[in-house]
């Protein structure tokens, strides 16, 4: 079993840049295909970015693509969310995921397919 937490959430402008970390206990990270999801009120959560068990591959939502990045560090157990040009549609809480996912659409930005759900970071941005 994996235990996640998520941190680094925060307040910032339109235009700034936040890093979400997630940091992994117990189970093998690395065996794991690692996401981020978003939930705004009122909202169902919806998928932001998954990153391949090796790191070597990644897959966007298109309303983040070109201002997010998604990595990992296996040696730290960590994952990483890089998120700039932030917009105040980004509002929302941040979830990381773990799953025994296969690697491909639709699986991988199906919330229903991660096993393992962190208690969330709350990201605002201000207009």
């Known amino acids: 079993q994996v235990q996640l937490v998520e941190s680094g959430g925060g307040l910032v402008q339109a235009g700034g840049s936040l890093r979400l970390s997630c940091a992994a206990s117990?189970?093998?990270?690395?065996?794991?295909?690692m996401a981020w999801f978003q939930q705004a009120p009122g909202k169902e959560r919806e998928f932001v970015a998954a990153?391949?068990?090796?790191?070597?591959?990644?897959y966007y939502a298109d309303s983040v693509k070109g201002r997010f990045t998604i990595s990992r560090d296996n040696a730290k157990n960590a994952m990483y969310l890089q998120m700039n040009s932030l917009k105040p549609e980004d509002t929302a809480v941040y979830y990381c995921?773990?799953?025994?996912?296969?690697?491909?659409?639709?699986?991988?930005?199906?919330?229903?397919?991660?096993?393992?759900w962190g208690q969330g970071t709350q990201v605002t941005v201000s207009s």
């Open positions: 117990k189970g093998t990270f690395s065996g794991y295909v």
């Open positions: 995921a773990a799953g025994l996912v296969v690697f491909t659409t639709p699986y991988i930005d199906a919330s229903g397919r991660y096993d393992y």
């Open positions: 990153i391949s068990r090796s790191g070597s591959s990644t």
